[in-house]
């Protein structure tokens, strides 16, 4: 069963405008959430993330919002740009684990239409 | 260099055949992972190797054998895979500080075909 899950596997944005990716996770122990960005043929690329401790961090044009009761987390992008068009991926950890390990969503392909 | 390399980029491979993925990260990290992904799935983690040490071996079959000869340097050993192990191979490092999680660096993947 998948603990961390991406539900839209695609949006479509204005550039400009706002984008919006959301993703749920199943395990309360979950408490670090990540967000990275991958362009084809390239590795995933940090880009943001949040302590379960907060409910908001931002950088730049990216926001991250988490709701713990909800189990929902959600990145914001404003505005929108024709190079942000990639798929992102929601990751979540726990300081638990002894080795840091990362459990992924199965991402979404954001296209920032021109 | 920096950052997190892998090599190759892209390997073919029979079933027969044995071959090996390298992944060196010249980021001072103490700990490096090997993660899959395969179509239509989420990356999933393979090993962790943190001070040099395997803390997780993630229920992988044995025709995957990892070697972290030291802190920087991260092999993935194959031999005998499936088609069906054919997929992306990403390497992963971060600095474990032991109180709190952080950000993993990935190289830029294996991309693994099994004929």
């Known amino acids: 069963d998948q603990q961390v899950k991406q539900n839209s596997p695609s949006l479509s944005v204005q550039e400009g405008r706002i984008s919006i990716l959301n993703c749920d996770y199943t395990?309360?122990?979950?408490?670090?959430f990540l967000w990275y960005k991958k362009y084809p043929a390239e590795g995933p690329t940090f880009l943001i993330s949040i302590s379960s401790i907060k409910d908001k961090n931002e950088d730049g044009r990216f926001t991250v919002f988490l709701n713990k009761s909800a189990k929902h987390l959600s990145l914001h992008i404003v505005p929108s740009q024709p190079g942000d068009s990639a798929v992102y991926f929601c990751a979540a950890s726990t300081q638990y684990n002894a080795g840091n390990m990362l459990t992924f969503g199965g991402g979404t392909r954001l296209m920032v239409k021109p | 260099e920096t950052g997190v390399t892998q090599t190759p980029r892209h390997l073919v491979m029979g079933m027969t055949n044995k071959k090996s993925l390298k992944c060196e990260q010249h980021?001072?990290?103490?700990?490096m992972y090997w993660y899959k992904q395969s179509a239509k799935k989420p990356l999933e983690l393979m090993f962790v190797?943190?001070?040099?040490?395997?803390?997780e071996n993630n229920s992988v079959p044995s025709r995957f054998s990892p070697e972290c000869p030291n802190s920087s340097h991260l092999f993935l050993h194959l031999h005998t895979l499936q088609p069906e192990d054919s997929a992306l191979y990403l390497c992963?490092?971060?600095?474990?500080?032991?109180?709190?999680?952080?950000?993993?660096?990935f190289g830029q993947g294996t991309r693994l075909t099994v004929v």
């Open positions: 980021l001072g990290h103490n700990a």
């Open positions: 395990n309360s122990m979950f408490d670090y």
């Open positions: 992963a490092s971060s600095q474990n500080l032991g109180d709190r999680p952080t950000e993993a660096f």
């Open positions: 190797y943190s001070l040099e040490e395997r803390v």
